[in-house]
């Protein structure tokens, strides 16, 4: 079976774990505050700032044997280099603060996700972070476009405090297609394994990120409740 297909069968409930956090289903009803999904652009800049370092270090370490892999990350850093200013620029556009929340530390969840793919990447298999990125990119694809339409009609925030989400949903779209033709060539086991890991892993630990904007947004503001599920 294709690498891919066995992702999408083998990881369906973690999928369903990270899709069915109250966070996630709130913001596909356009149920956020602009708090809310503030805190969520500061995560997300507390990650994805470290998708070139790590896809970098993809490169440097993949053996001889995956030598093809160079040219699809380099591919891959051309187009993932700046983003986390991106997400500074919706941060301030939304209203939040862009220098807190650049000097803001990551939620532990957060930090643990970013923790776990370096150490899949130099310590494991680092052919194991192409799980993260089918995690990430498999879910800007479902969610991004569909989420940012209906925040921004709740909130009229401007389209400019959007950047993100919208453009990685639309980037995202080739990106899938390019990383199935990527995992199509892994055909040693112990790779096609590190893969599958990676990406449970990562399913689960950004899943608990979202679960703990609440609390996040709680703590930022003393105390004040964010807007919580209706059900």
């Given amino acids: 079976m294709h690498l891919y297909q066995r992702l999408q069968t083998q990881t369906a ?74 997400i500074l620029n919706d941060i301030a556009s939304a209203g939040g603060d862009r220098a807190a929340a650049e000097a803001s530390p990551p939620a532990v969840a957060t930090e643990a996700m970013v923790a776990y793919a370096y150490d899949t990447v130099m310590r494991r298999n680092p052919l194991g972070f192409f799980g993260m990125v089918y995690v990430l990119e498999g879910t800007s694809v479902a969610l991004a476009l569909h989420a940012a339409d209906r925040i921004q009609s709740t909130l009229a925030l401007p389209a400019n405090a959007f950047s993100y989400l919208r453009s990685h949903g639309e980037l995202d779209r080739q990106h899938v297609g390019d990383l199935e033709g990527i995992l199509g060539r892994f055909t040693d086991e112990d790779d096609r394994a590190a893969v599958i890991r990676c990406a449970r892993g990562t399913f689960w630990l950004y899943g608990q990120m979202f679960r703990g904007l609440d609390a996040a947004v709680d703590a930022r503001d003393g105390g004040t409740p964010a807007l919580r599920r209706s059900a």
Avoid: I, K
């Fill in 13 to 86: 409930a973690d999928r369903d774990m990270l899709l069915s956090s109250p966070v996630v289903q709130r913001a596909l009803r356009g149920e956020v505050t602009r708090e809310l999904y503030v805190e969520f652009l500061t995560q997300a800049y507390h990650h994805v700032r470290h998708t070139v370092p790590l896809m970098m270090a993809v490169g440097a370490r993949v053996s001889e044997r995956h030598e093809w892999l160079r040219d699809p990350v380099l591919h891959y850093l051309d187009e993932e280099a700046g983003h986390e200013q991106w």
